[in-house]
């Protein structure tokens, strides 16, 4: 199960975004798991991955930003599960994305989904 979450925000914003994918595999399984969190200028990030997953926030100028990402996914054989999701929220503006994907492949099963959400100026989505 491959998870890529970005949430970027700028300029008193507020972002969160939650994903899960819950996943046991029983052959041939790996875990590799980045996470890279970059604050500036009275800003607060926390970034937790487990599992599977890359998650990425980036905070300038007095944001806040979130990024949870779980992975819990049950495949016997030759399972993929790949989710991308991106939050974008610029200018006083609070943005949630949350994704949960919970997927039982017993053979060759891929399943794909981007979310893209991105807000601006003093807008919530």
């Not at 491959?2 to 899960?20: A, D, G, K, T």
């Not at 590799?32 to 937790?48: F, I, Q």
Request: hydrophobic letters at 30%; charged letters at 10%; proline letters at 0%.
């Amino acid at each position: 199960s491959l998870s890529n979450s970005v949430s970027m925000s700028e300029s008193l914003s507020n972002s969160v975004s939650m994903s899960e994918s819950l996943s046991n595999s029983v052959s041939m399984s790996e875990s590799l798991s980045n996470s890279v969190s970059m604050s500036e200028s009275l800003s607060n990030s926390v970034s937790m991955s487990e599992s599977l997953s890359n998650s990425v926030s980036m905070s300038e100028s007095l944001s806040n930003s979130v990024s949870m990402s779980e992975s819990l996914s049950n495949s016997v054989s030759m399972s993929e599960s790949l989710s991308n999701s991106v939050s974008m929220s610029e200018s006083l503006s609070n943005s949630v994305s949350m994704s949960e994907s919970l997927s039982n492949s017993v053979s060759m099963s891929e399943s794909l989904s981007n979310s893209v959400s991105m807000s601006e100026s003093l807008s919530n989505s």
